[in-house]
Nanobody
Framework: QVQLVESGGGLVQAGDSLRLSCVAS????????MGWFRQAPGRERAFVAA????????YYADSVKGRFTISRDNAKNTVYLQMDSLKPEDTAVYYC????????????????????WGQGTQVTVSS
């Protein structure tokens, strides 16, 4: 079992930055690829970013490319999502996930397709 706990969400203005953190605990948590999804009100959960076990490769949704950066610190069992130049359309609950397949995370599949999820953290961007 792997437990994921997100933090760092909040209310910011358009153009501001936020950094989300996701701490993983449990057996072999550092052996999983990690990712972030988000879910806006009335919409389905959508892929945001993915990172490999080593942290050497990452992949982003077009909507956040160039503004968001995913990274990980395996010594701290933590994955981060640095969000810059935030827009009101970035408002959503952000979820961290862990999965055995980086390629599967990149596909942006449904909730039940992945191994582990966090509980989510709210990000609200005002205009």
């Amino acid at each position: 079992q792997v437990q994921l706990v997100e933090s760092g969400g909040g209310l910011v203005q358009a153009g501001d930055s936020l950094r989300l953190s996701c701490v993983a605990s449990g057996r072999s948590s550092s052996n999983y690829a990690m990712g972030w999804f988000r879910q806006a009100p009335g919409r389905e959960r959508a892929f945001v970013a993915a990172i490999t076990v080593s942290g050497m490769r990452s992949y982003y949704a077009d909507s956040v490319k160039g503004r968001f950066t995913i990274s990980r610190d395996n010594a701290k069992n933590t994955v981060y999502l640095q969000m810059d130049s935030l827009k009101p359309e970035d408002t959503a609950v952000y979820y961290c996930l862990a999965d055995s397949s980086y390629a599967r995370i990149m596909k942006g599949l449904g909730f039940s397709e992945y191994d582990y999820w966090g509980q989510g953290t709210q990000v609200t961007v005002s205009s």
